[in-house]
């Protein structure tokens, strides 16, 4: 991040850059192996972070609180939350098998506390023994909606403590590493809970899940041309009809829907670089008729192509 904000990254710390915002961001090495993100700022610029997956498998819990706000919102894969309140708060886990976007309007007064877990971890805090079964439920939580939890007023005293600490407080790095801990242990708690009661709806191996995982790799590779069904299945070794069933099942919407908004975010993506044409972006992503683009398009985000760029324009 220091990088690509062409700032120092001196005591663990980096401070915004005053043409983006006021505030920072520091790195806080917790007991257990731990590590987490912690940062306190406003933003005089929108901020888009987008992380794409990897094959590692870990986890990284996130609380945010958002103060200001004009428009903030999560992807994970396919699906989006998305808030314009003049507040938001969240907690929720997310996978490294998925990407992640996160996008801030200027104004914003961002809060955030980000611990990454490692596959271990998680399966000795929870108590399971056979993490399989905690992946499996934990996409079947994700194909069913993003799993958040609001941030109650207990939570949100830890962040402020987390934050900012006391000054005169003996130990600090020891006083904000217990309060991340207990900031962690009231979200698995939560969790734990719905996970308990939650009917498990997805019925596939570990080996299984990771063959979905490899036909949406191979999905998306091109997003101009997308495969077909029966290339799809016949590289995967199975049949169409569980093809479609269990990618469904793993990312939350049928293959050709999941393309395609996979392939409107590409689109929005590019068009806020803002060297690129409406028509550009259309023909690179495969569309021949612009018409149809700025249809797809607006479908996927309920604005035109050229609507999104004037809007950027002011902002």
Not at 17 to 29: C, D, R, T
Not at 185 to 201: I, T
Request: glycine share 4%; with cysteine.
């Amino acid at each position: 991040m220091a990088t690509q904000l062409a700032v120092p990254f001196e005591d663990a710390r980096i401070n915004f850059p005053e043409a983006l915002g006021k505030g920072y961001m520091k790195s806080v090495e917790l007991p257990n192996g731990l590590e987490a993100l912690i940062g306190d700022f406003t933003l005089r610029q929108a901020m888009m972070i987008q992380r794409s997956r990897v094959d590692k498998e870990f986890y990284v819990f996130i609380c945010d609180i958002a103060s200001n706000v004009g428009r903030f919102y999560v992807d994970i894969d396919s699906e989006r939350v998305e808030k314009t309140d003049e507040s938001v708060s969240a907690m929720y886990l997310l996978s490294f098998v998925s990407d992640l976007g996160q996008y801030a309007s200027a104004g914003a007064h961002v809060k955030t506390v980000r611990v990454i877990i490692s596959r271990d971890w998680l399966a000795k805090y929870l108590k399971i023994d056979v993490l399989d079964d905690v992946l499996q439920r934990y996409l079947a939580l994700k194909a069913g909606s993003i799993h958040v939890k609001d941030v109650d007023f207990e939570s949100k005293t830890l962040m402020e403590e987390i934050l900012h600490p006391p000054a005169d407080t003996p130990m600090q790095k020891a006083y904000i590493q217990n309060r991340i801990m207990m900031l962690i242990e009231n979200f698995f708690g939560w969790l734990y809970q719905q996970m308990s009661v939650m009917e498990l709806k997805i019925r596939m191996t570990r080996e299984e899940i990771e063959q979905v995982m490899k036909v949406e790799e191979q999905l998306i590779a091109n997003l101009a041309d997308a495969p077909t069904i029966n290339q799809l299945s016949r590289d995967a070794a199975m049949s169409p009809s569980k093809l479609k069933k269990q990618f469904k099942d793993v990312f939350g919407l049928p293959v050709y829907e999941y393309f395609q908004k996979k392939r409107m975010q590409k689109a929005r993506e590019l068009l806020l670089e803002g060297n690129r044409s409406i028509k550009s972006v259309g023909i690179e992503l495969g569309f021949s008729n612009l018409s149809n683009f700025s249809m797809a398009f607006k479908k996927e985000f309920n604005e035109l192509p050229s609507e999104l760029l004037k809007s950027a324009a002011l902002t």
